[in-house]
């Protein structure tokens, strides 16, 4: 999904894509019942019924409020109720109680889309053409709000469903795919490895794919659409340096834990040590043993760990931990950019209806050797969160979008199972605290230098 550049049938396209984004995240509900919309195990998650209504809240907020004469909402509070962290707009409820709100209730969630989308067609079908392209790039950040929500959607119903003693799973995993996504001819090795028992501890040797470095150009340039983050575009020198070319597997990662990587400091950040022993943490999140064999949580329920599948759910303190044991570093993100910026945005998308990490049996990479820089799972990088050389906020409350989050947090790259296709670029900057583990976050090893 990309910017519009042209007015003529803009109302037309404008519809069309906008049809689409809504439409895949009530598909995502399918298998849902009343009661798994309304619960948020933890503060850093929300109830599903909470991110259908506040993507709603968005469209009426940011286009029909101002744009279409007579529109009202089907509730004065819902102002309140569903405002993220939009301090601009005004007041709204404490985010760790939105679980906590029975009403509306789902039905009355779904009537509150379904008014704003008959709202938002009506206004695309009669506005004329100089105020859709005024509003053009405010409805596009809407549809790319809302595929970040169909992602974060999937994360909290994991978490939900992970909380509950049953297992119960989201989705069958042969209920197909939910979009016209495509593997771009990637075979993926079946879900469900063998169990993995608790034997070895050899540090794994990667495979390094050498890059030259020297001076780059980074961040967004051009007419598609891109966060206010990813800008401005800019030079910045790197050292050579060298990535491996696979992401590390469950199998890697299970060799630092058996080397007693969550027992040996050595490893750790102080204040990610300080985070293992105050969580209790001895593995991935959704991992758990089972008469001496790993298996794991996933959307379409219990599984063995398959050693071949990327490590999923670890935080950058884990991440960080695990390239210190091995011997590397987490890539920066202007290393990870440089090299993904000449591959092919292809890989194991949300679109595909796989909900987890797959283990490729071909190469997806370009001819350039590194496999995997798209989908599967977010990358940690080494980078924290922060402005680039010239960056300003664009004025409003849309400029509290992603500006005033920079602080404490970390820079992930290249997307996940649970990201849409059409949603990810080279230049897309994700950002979490560095305890985050509920994401579909992963690892890749970088050194400085290259091994010729």
């Known amino acids: ?21 809504r439409a895949v995240s009530e598909k995502l509900c399918e298998t849902l019942t009343t009661e798994d919309y309304v619960i948020q195990p933890m503060p850093d998650c929300s109830p599903t019924k909470w991110h259908l209504a506040h993507t709603s809240w968005f469209f009426e907020t940011f286009v029909l409020k101002d744009r279409l004469p ?3 909402s089907p509730h004065p509070q819902y ?14 409820h404490c985010r760790p109680k939105r679980g906590l709100i029975s009403r509306p209730t789902v039905d009355d969630t779904y009537k509150y889309r379904a008014h704003v989308d008959a709202a938002m067609l009506d206004f695309l079908s009669t506005a004329p053409a100089s105020t859709l392209a005024e509003i053009e790039p405010t409805i596009t950040i809407g549809l790319h709000h809302e595929q970040q929500h169909q992602e974060l959607m999937l994360t909290d119903i994991k978490f939900v469903f992970w909380e509950n003693p049953l297992r119960p799973a989201f989705r069958p995993s042969d209920i197909g795919s939910i979009g016209e996504g495509s593997l771009a001819g990637m075979e993926l090795h079946p879900s469900g490895g063998m169990p993995i028992a608790l034997d070895g501890h050899d540090v794994p040797v990667p495979q390094w794919i050498d890059f030259d470095g020297g001076l780059v150009q980074i961040g967004h340039e051009g007419s598609g659409f891109a966060y206010d983050n990813e800008s401005p575009r800019h030079q910045t020198y790197l050292q050579p340096f060298s990535l ?12 630092f834990m058996n080397d007693g990587g969550y027992r040996r400091p050595e490893f750790w950040l102080a204040e990610g040590w300080t985070t293992v022993q105050t969580q209790g943490w001895n593995a991935p999140l959704y991992w758990e043993q089972h008469d001496g064999e790993w298996w794991q949580f996933t959307l379409t329920g219990m599984r063995p760990v398959d050693p071949a599948e990327p490590v999923c759910h670890v935080s950058f303190f884990e991440a960080e931990a695990y390239a210190s044991w ?3 570093r987490l890539p920066t993100e202007f290393e990870w950019e440089h090299a993904a910026s000449t591959l092919p945005i292809a890989g194991n998308f949300v679109d595909n209806g796989l909900y987890h990490p797959a283990s490729p ?26 402005p680039y050389p010239g960056f300003q906020a664009p004025p409003g409350a849309l400029g509290e979008y992603n500006g005033k989050f920079m602080c404490n947090q970390y820079v992930l790259r290249g997307g996940s199972c649970a990201t849409s296709l059409s949603h990810i670029r080279p230049t897309y900057r994700n950002f979490f605290p560095s305890d985050a583990r509920w994401q579909f976050s992963g690892i890749r090893l970088a050194r400085l230098g290259t091994t010729a």
């Open 361 to 386: 049996l071909t190469p997806n990479n370009g001819g350039t050797g590194i496999d995997q820089m798209y989908g599967d799972v977010w990358e940690w990088t080494q980078s924290s969160y922060a």
């Open 244 to 255: 491996a070319k696979h992401l590390v597997t469950a199998g890697e990662y299970l060799a």
């Open 1 to 21: 999904m990309s910017t519009i550049e042209v007015t003529e049938n803009l109302g037309a396209t404008l519809a069309d894509q906008y049809r689409v984004v």
């Open 79 to 92: 102002d309140y109720l569903f405002n993220s962290y939009y301090n601009a707009v005004g007041a709204r």
């Open 326 to 328: 091995a011997g590397a």
């Open 70 to 72: 007579g529109y009202r």
